[in-house]
């Protein structure tokens, strides 16, 4: 069976690519001292994570209530405002959540142990 992949580039009613999130931070102190490279974009509202997808994403492209909810609840029972799915996640949900779980405690923390194990 062939995989299939899917990618939605997002912009806003007039076709422009939104505002981001994240801005390159030209203080060469933070990097410096504390390794930040990025700014939170001032002119940006903010909102979660999940908000800020469910957002971006829904005025391109309709959701399914699966698709809602794994990215609503991608984190998974570690955010208590989550456990309102506890036990009545989907699995696309379940899915979502473990690729998120393994990407952020497993390949980016033995990756980082890598990094400052040859510094």
Same mark, same amino acid.
């Given at each position: 069976?062939?995989?299939?992949? &899917?990618? #939605? ?11 981001? /999130?994240? /801005?390159? %931070?030209?203080?060469?102190?933070? @990097?410096?001292?504390r390794?930040?490279?990025? +700014? =939170?974009?001032?002119?940006? @509202?903010?909102?979660?994570? #999940?908000?800020? &997808?469910?957002?971006?994403? $829904? ?11 794994? =990215?609503?609840?991608? %984190?998974?029972?570690?955010?208590? %405002?989550? +456990?309102? @799915?506890?036990? +009545?996640?989907?699995? /696309?949900?379940l899915?979502?959540?473990?690729? %998120?779980?393994w $990407?952020?405690? =497993?390949?980016?923390? &033995? ?5 400052? &194990?040859?510094?």
């Amino acid at each position: 069976m062939a995989a299939v992949h &899917s990618c #939605a580039l997002i912009t806003n009613r007039q076709g422009t690519p939104p505002p981001f /999130l994240a /801005l390159l %931070d030209r203080r060469q102190q933070m @990097v410096k001292n504390r390794g930040i490279r990025y +700014k =939170i974009n001032p002119d940006v @509202v903010a909102m979660g994570l #999940a908000v800020r &997808s469910l957002y971006l994403v $829904t005025q391109h492209i309709p959701l399914t209530d699966a698709e809602a909810q794994a =990215i609503a609840y991608h %984190d998974g029972q570690y955010i208590d %405002d989550n +456990k309102i @799915v506890a036990h +009545k996640e989907e699995p /696309l949900t379940l899915l979502l959540h473990w690729a %998120d779980y393994w $990407t952020a405690h =497993i390949y980016e923390e &033995s990756r980082q142990q890598k990094l400052t &194990s040859t510094q």
